[in-house]
């Protein structure tokens, strides 16, 4: 039951704990943030309103007694006085007591006046060492500045101390932001995403930060080369490679804005009782605004401590300085204030986090590094919270500062026996890669929901939720798969990819599916195993062809899987290759070569009796027909399609089935409209575009919605097809430029509402 004696927040964490769920399960299940509720348990926030409290209630599923408990706790609470030490929670990344910088934000504020008028490109790089506020400064300048840049404000995290982000992803990042489709991202190289982004930053007025910068090279093809946006640059470097640029240099504050701070966060009354204390805390922590920030926080989390005998604790010259040198020592010398306060768990657990490869993780990482469950890793993790060293994030996510993450990484070698971060790396490597394949198994047929048997650390239930980690947790299994290729775990490697076959379909446009499968390409050579090259051989050609638009390439990866196929004598895999150059012919625009393609891998399904990829072949084929101008022929084959697909002993079945009949409706639809049957071309257009929707391939939407359109406006239904376009339109990022724009055109052709 209810326990009226006890804080709201801590009834909370005990019936969630209690009915063995985490804060991000319980968020799921009730409608409230993972953040909010964190802050309830914390007692960081204040009392909740009744429907949210309804809400948790229903998510934990509580009996009438303990939920009436509850609604009643929190109205006794809201009808107390507040105490005098209730304030609001301060939203992540925005400093509430920012101090100083004076003239380092009124130079930025004159570079965004002259980038406005277009007097100058204004490209600023604001340099110094690790912890001396570049960021913050930043940041609190982009705040300041944003209104005045109404084509929006974009913040990018290069991860310049450890691990930089690559310049293409980055570009990626801000293409994104700026509105630029999936599809023409695929179509263009390095440099062809770079000279998009100049043109669009020359066009439009955007504020743009590109935080922890490496050097140059990294954040060259990032810049505009005119027009009225401001880029600010931080990095360690002063990046002197850099041409047409201004420069801010940063190093420690004023003794005075040091002071200051510390006293914004002690409290004044505080301070000031021991102001020659609070003087010496600022000189021993170089006056760097990261380590005057942990060193205070340190002392507002311990009110026992003066002051006094923290500046003692920082004296120690020994403990203080440890075995960085120069300008990051004063760094260090913050972050182990608050390290040597952390339980052995929690300080093991920072030493393990450093070694995520991903700029924010769940609390299933912390578990799969210390080998526990994620119950006992998320109480470990929010000590870490607490303690200021990791930081929580309104998604459920927690994130990792690159400094920090190199103090773990020192501690870990300082602290661990010789082979403990090499075993933390295994486990790490080895769950991300087991959980990739259980959930890129619910694509594949003969799978689907993962054995009973298996225990992992997160909930793959559902092909929603297996798609979900996949595409969240992308970049750190990417990571590890390139890491295990490093290491030549040909074998993880090649079964971390066989199990993406189908789960790639519904992602077509994330960007990396050439490497996946290239990787998984190189470690079945190593393994010298035929069936596994000619496997991964012909998802290489699917990726080149799909993705990133390189047919004639996709053509040769599909021929040497043929022959890879059929030194292993696979059917299945022989038939795929053949399918995988019909179809790369077909982009070509070499429509015979498609047809005699298609139609070999047709011929050698049927006389083996495997009909698992012949659906495919027989839509190639028919597609192929239609383009030599033989659309009767075309749409006999789609029948074909589909009457194989609806036969009660039809040997494919799923997701995969579902993929062909949304694909084999598709063409039925383009073969009637070939012979100018526009009301059967709108009724498979409709069905296709349903059943595409259902199973999540989007990106056929819109292609499908202006077939549609069009052959509404051949029925003289204008209205509807206006409907339909608009809706193409709406896609945005799902679909092609060329879809877009073809939608655009044919919508200008049709009549005024």
Not at 12 to 18: E, F, I, N
Not at 220 to 235: C, E, F, M, N, Q
Not at 303 to 308: I, L, P, R
Not at 574 to 597: I, P
């Amino acid at each position: 039951m209810v326990d009226g004696e006890e804080s709201f927040g801590a009834v909370l964490r005990g019936l969630r704990t209690r009915g063995r769920l985490t804060m991000e399960e319980l968020s799921e299940a009730s409608g409230v943030s993972v953040r909010a509720i964190g802050d309830m348990e914390r007692g960081r926030s204040r009392v909740p309103q009744r429907r949210t409290v309804v809400a948790l209630a229903e998510g934990l599923a509580l009996a009438d007694g303990d939920r009436e408990a509850l609604l009643a706790m929190v109205r006794a609470a809201r009808q107390a006085p507040a105490s005098a030490g209730t304030g609001a929670l301060v939203p992540p990344r925005v400093v509430a007591d920012f101090t100083g910088r004076g003239h380092e934000l009124a130079r930025l504020r004159e570079a965004s006046e002259r980038a406005r008028s277009g007097e100058e490109v204004a490209v600023w790089v604001v340099s110094g060492p690790p912890g001396c506020g570049k960021t913050t400064l930043v940041l609190k300048a982009a705040a300041d500045l944003a209104e005045t840049f109404p084509d929006g404000s974009f913040v990018v995290d290069l991860q310049g101390v450890d691990g930089p982000e690559g310049t293409d992803e980055a570009l990626l990042k801000l293409l994104k932001s700026l509105g630029v489709s999936d599809r023409r991202l695929a179509q263009e190289d390095q440099q062809g995403r770079a000279g998009l982004l100049r043109a669009l930053l020359g066009d439009r007025r955007c504020l743009v930060v590109l935080d922890n910068a490496r050097d140059e090279r990294q954040v060259r093809a990032l810049l505009p080369a005119g027009g009225r946006s401001l880029v600010l640059v931080t990095s360690r470097r002063p990046l002197t490679g850099l041409e047409d640029v201004d420069r801010l240099a940063l190093s420690a504050m004023a003794q005075d804005e040091a002071v200051e701070l510390l006293r914004r966060i002690l409290g004044e009354e505080r301070a000031d009782a021991e102001a020659d204390a609070v003087a010496r805390v600022a000189e021993l922590c170089g006056r760097l605004p990261l380590a005057l920030r942990v060193a205070a926080n340190s002392l507002t989390a311990r009110s026992g401590w003066t002051v006094g005998h923290l500046v003692r604790r920082l004296a120690d010259e020994e403990r203080r300085l440890g075995a960085l040198a120069a300008g990051d020592v004063r760094v260090e010398a913050a972050f182990e204030l608050s390290y040597r306060q952390l339980t052995h768990e929690a300080a093991r657990m920072l030493r393990l986090l450093s070694l995520v490869p991903a700029p924010d993780m769940t609390t299933a990482y912390g578990a799969a590094l210390t080998a526990t469950d994620v119950f006992e890793a998320e109480d470990v993790m929010e000590e870490l919270v607490e303690a200021g060293l990791l930081q929580a994030t309104f998604t459920g996510r927690y994130r990792l500062h690159d400094l920090i993450r190199l103090f773990g990484r020192d501690r870990l070698s300082r602290e661990e026996g010789p082979g403990e971060r090499e075993s933390a790396d295994d486990r790490l490597r080895a769950w991300l890669l087991e959980t990739a394949v259980v959930a890129g198994h619910w694509y594949r047929p003969g799978y689907g929901r993962p054995q009973a048997t298996w225990r992992g650390l997160v909930p793959l239930e559902t092909a929603d939720e297996a798609r979900a980690w996949l595409q969240s947790e992308a970049p750190a299994w990417l990571d590890a798969l390139r890491e295990a290729a490093r290491k030549g775990e040909h074998t993880r490697v090649v079964e971390t990819a066989s199990a993406m076959e189908w789960f790639c379909d519904l992602w077509v446009h994330w960007g990396h599916w050439p490497e996946v499968f290239r990787l998984a390409g190189e470690a079945a050579a190593a393994l010298d195993d035929p069936y596994l090259r000619a496997f991964h051989l012909n998802c290489h050609s699917w990726a080149l062809n799909s993705c990133e638009q390189r047919y004639r390439e996709a053509v040769e990866r599909a021929e040497e899987a043929l022959d890879h196929a059929r030194r292993a004598q696979d059917v299945h895999q022989q038939v795929s290759a053949l399918v995988h150059a019909a179809s790369g012919h077909r982009q070509l625009g070499e429509a015979q070569s498609a047809a005699d393609r298609s139609l070999a891998a047709i011929r050698l399904s049927e006389e083996a009796g495997h009909y698992a990829v012949w659906p495919q072949a027989v839509r190639l084929y028919g597609s192929s027909l239609r383009l030599l101008g033989r659309a009767e022929e075309s749409l006999t084959q789609h029948l074909r399609v589909m009457s194989f697909l609806d036969a009660p002993d039809c040997p494919v079945s799923g997701h995969v089935a579902d993929i062909f009949r949304a694909h084999a409706t598709q063409a039925l639809g383009l073969d009637h409209a070939a012979l100018g049957q526009w009301r059967q071309a709108v009724d498979h257009y409709r069905s296709a575009r349903i059943q595409s929707k259902r199973i999540g391939i989007g990106h056929r939407e819109a292609e499908q919605l202006i077939h549609l359109g069009e052959a509404l406006v051949e029925l003289g239904e204008t209205e509807e097809a206006r409907s339909c376009l608009l809706q193409a339109l709406a896609l945005g990022d799902a679909a092609d430029d060329k879809e877009l724009r073809a939608a655009q055109d044919l919508l200008d052709t049709l009549p005024a509402e």
